[in-house]
């Protein structure tokens, strides 16, 4: 999965408006307790990062799996 894609679904998945928070405020423990950003930033795989925020968020993300 490219970065696009990952920021793309994020945005599908919480709106315009939440994504970008989401992204930069909100750490997951599936990541080490890294945010979206700081996760793409230490290296870690898109599709490792959308894996960690459905598990996180189940119901915001289900339809785009």
Known sequence: MRISDLR?????SF???WAP???SDIALSEL???TVNEALAAGVEA???WKAVCK???QATQRYR
Request: charge should be negative; glycine fraction near 4%; proline fraction near 5%.
């Open 8 to 12: 793309e679904r994020l945005t599908l």
């Open 15 to 17: 709106g315009d408006a």
């Open 21 to 23: 928070s989401f992204a």
């Open 32 to 34: 080490a307790s890294k």
């Open 47 to 49: 599709d490792e990062i």
């Open 56 to 58: 996180a968020h189940p």
